[in-house]
């Protein structure tokens, strides 16, 4: 049947051996939880290289859009890779503070409002970005307060704005 | 930027019509666009972050309200998202119902913005036309779900209420006018001066610019790339139900009007093909309030092009993360990149041409680089001058 059942044959599996075979050790982690689902979780110092294999050797041309999570103490930076259906979400986790990521604007140029968005919301410095200036957030937006954190709740956010509000 | 160069920004906002209202800074060189960089955000209205303090049903409501035109596509995908972290398999009318209110709300979206074409070209019996017309779509939806715009017409589960055979008569004898008019309207649009001349040529996006930059939906399929969400990554009862991509390669705003008139007419065959094989049975089915740890990637093809959810739960009842992303944004780098080389006076059409949920630009100033001299534009100023700069050329 259609949405949750479905067992990953020819194309993912395919993928799934490819991945097995040829990034076999630099891969932390590789999930096929259904037909055209692969989550593939990668080191930091792993990234550009599987990003590169993933972009030019497997033709994953297309970027669906790219998560940017808290993962307590770390930043998870999430790709969500497409070629024909297939949906690749290639994770990786940062420190969040120190959060840093060499861009992948020159391997899918399609990428380059994603990483903007995901700087703003979180913080993440994407390395070599041809410009990270707010996409979302206002000019004037407070440094450090990144409204995905999980510590930035509402009422904080609130607390932080009360003052200049009613001005 | 030589000395000849003018920025114009165009926007932010008109919040009333559409609900992103969005920033463009133009370079222009004489009447040419040479450069253009988006800011977006002047709406945002931190769904994702609410998402996570409200439980799943309350999201059901909330992703429903992330866009008003194609709100079944973010309820359908986020719903199936959330089944799909339960394991839980829906009832097959359930389905098909969901397949049913999703091409309808493609057909009354596509419908909208044909209009909206029609107006940015100054062609506005067409619009007046066109959203008549769309009136029986609506008509269907509400007669289906109660609803006109905001169908909470799905449950997690299931949909939440079932088609009579009452409904599935009206519904045929509606999909019938529709089909008409929508011939009708292609071969106005294929034989009309009025139209071609201001479609044709217009805003070029060739295929390997709309792929490098990740066009999704009708933009990316009027670039003559045959992608869609439904054939490649099937959801609901798509890879049960014939239904044909429909691909242009005229790269063209004519071209992206052309691919939503044949799509509109595959929405009415799908909806006909679901109506004729609706299965019996219950409509829903009962879900757990508390989803397991679990990562759904959900995907469907939304009236704009390629919907994604993430979401992330964590054994509450609330998820860890939701990420959502709209057609529009994924939609933008390309939008900046065909309207470089067009002219200002058709920055209206071809900006709309992608059906971004964010025409209605609403103010413009124009800005002279090299002395300074500033003055500003409405939106409804700048299709002024639009017309009339055609009607003189």
């Known amino acids: 049947m259609a949405s949750t059942?479905?067992?990953?044959?020819?194309?993912?599996?395919?993928?799934?051996?490819?991945?097995?075979?040829?990034?076999?050790?630099?891969?932390?982690?590789?999930?096929?939880?259904?037909?055209?689902?692969?989550?593939v979780s990668v080191e930091k110092t792993a990234f550009r290289e599987v990003a590169e294999y993933l972009t030019k050797n497997?033709?994953?041309?297309?970027?669906?859009?790219i998560t940017g999570r808290d993962a307590v103490g770390q930043t998870e930076v999430i790709y969500h890779l497409n070629r024909r259906g297939v949906e690749l979400s290639l994770k990786v986790q940062v420190p969040a503070e120190e959060a840093t990521l060499p861009t992948i604007t020159d391997l899918i140029p399609g990428a380059v409002l994603y990483e903007r968005e995901v700087h703003d919301l979180l913080g993440v410095d994407f390395k070599d970005h041809?410009?990270?200036?707010?996409?979302?957030?206002?000019?004037?937006?407070?440094?450090?307060?990144?409204?995905?954190?999980?510590?930035?709740?509402?009422?904080?956010?609130r607390q932080k704005f009360a003052g200049s509000e009613e001005k | 930027m030589s000395e000849a160069t003018f920025q114009i920004p165009v926007g932010p906002q008109?919040?009333?019509?559409?609900?992103?209202?969005?920033?463009?800074?133009?370079?222009?060189?004489?009447?040419?666009?040479v450069d253009v960089k988006a800011r977006i955000g002047y709406n945002h209205r931190g769904i994702e972050k609410a998402a996570e303090s409200r439980s799943y049903i309350q999201n059901l409501y909330l992703v429903e309200r992330v866009c008003g035109i194609c709100s079944i596509a973010h309820v359908t995908t986020y719903a199936q998202a959330v089944e799909e972290a339960l394991n839980l398999e829906i009832p097959p009318r359930a389905k098909y119902i969901r397949t049913i209110i999703y091409e309808l709300n493609r057909i009354a979206s596509h419908y909208l913005w044909l209009g909206l074409a029609g107006h940015e070209i100054g062609f506005d019996t067409l619009f007046m036309y066109l959203w008549r017309d769309r009136e029986i779509a609506l008509n269907i939806l509400e007669q289906i779900t109660g609803n006109r715009v905001t169908y909470a017409a799905f449950a997690i589960g299931g949909?939440?209420?079932?088609?009579?055979?009452?409904?599935?008569?009206?519904?045929?004898?509606?999909?019938?006018?529709?089909?008409?008019r929508m011939k009708y309207y292609k071969k106005l649009c294929l034989n009309e001066p009025t139209v071609l001349k201001r479609a044709v040529g217009v805003g070029v996006l060739k295929p390997q610019d709309a792929i490098a930059l990740c066009a999704v939906g009708p933009t990316l399929r009027a670039s003559g790339v045959k992608s869609d969400v439904r054939a490649d990554d099937p959801y609901l009862v798509y890879d049960e139900v014939p239904f044909s991509v429909v691909t242009y390669d005229g790269c063209d705003v004519a071209s992206r009007v052309l691919v939503r008139c044949d799509e509109t007419l595959v929405s009415i065959g799908i909806i006909n093909y679901a109506l004729d094989h609706l299965p019996e049975g219950p409509v829903r089915v009962k879900a757990p309030r508390l989803v397991p740890p679990a990562?759904?990637?959900?995907?469907?093809?939304?009236?704009?092009?390629?919907?994604?959810?993430?979401?992330?739960?964590?054994?509450?009842?609330?998820?860890?993360?939701?990420?959502?992303?709209?057609?529009?944004?994924?939609?933008?780098?390309?939008?900046?990149?065909?309207?470089?080389g067009g002219f200002v006076a058709d920055i209206p059409i071809a900006l709309a041409s992608a059906d971004?949920?964010?025409t209605c630009t609403d103010r413009m100033a124009f800005v002279n680089v090299s002395n300074?001299?500033?003055?500003?534009?409405?939106?409804?100023?700048?299709?002024?001058?639009?017309?009339?700069?055609?009607q003189q050329s």
């Open chain 2, 356 to 358: 971004p949920c964010f």
């Open chain 1, 130 to 157: 041809p410009d990270l200036s707010p996409l979302i957030l206002p000019d004037d937006w407070p440094k450090g307060v990144y409204p995905l954190k999980k510590e930035w709740t509402v009422e904080k956010i």
């Open chain 1, 58 to 65: 497997l033709e994953f041309k297309h970027i669906s859009t």
């Open chain 2, 159 to 180: 949909v939440r209420r079932d088609i009579s055979p009452q409904m599935v008569k009206n519904a045929k004898d509606g999909l019938n006018i529709l089909e008409e």
């Open chain 2, 295 to 340: 990562e759904v990637v959900s995907r469907s093809e939304a009236p704009r092009g390629e919907l994604i959810h993430y979401l992330k739960s964590n054994g509450t009842d609330k998820p860890e993360r939701l990420k959502i992303r709209s057609p529009t944004l994924g939609n933008i780098p390309s939008i900046c990149k065909f309207l470089v």
């Open chain 1, 5 to 39: 059942a479905q067992k990953p044959t020819g194309e993912t599996v395919e993928i799934e051996e490819n991945l097995k075979e040829k990034l076999g050790p630099k891969i932390l982690e590789l999930k096929v939880p259904r037909n055209r689902r692969i989550f």
């Open chain 2, 372 to 390: 300074g001299k500033r003055w500003v534009w409405t939106h409804e100023q700048l299709r002024r001058y639009s017309l009339k700069w055609h």
């Open chain 2, 14 to 33: 008109h919040p009333a019509l559409k609900e992103a209202p969005e920033n463009f800074m133009f370079n222009i060189d004489g009447e040419t666009v």
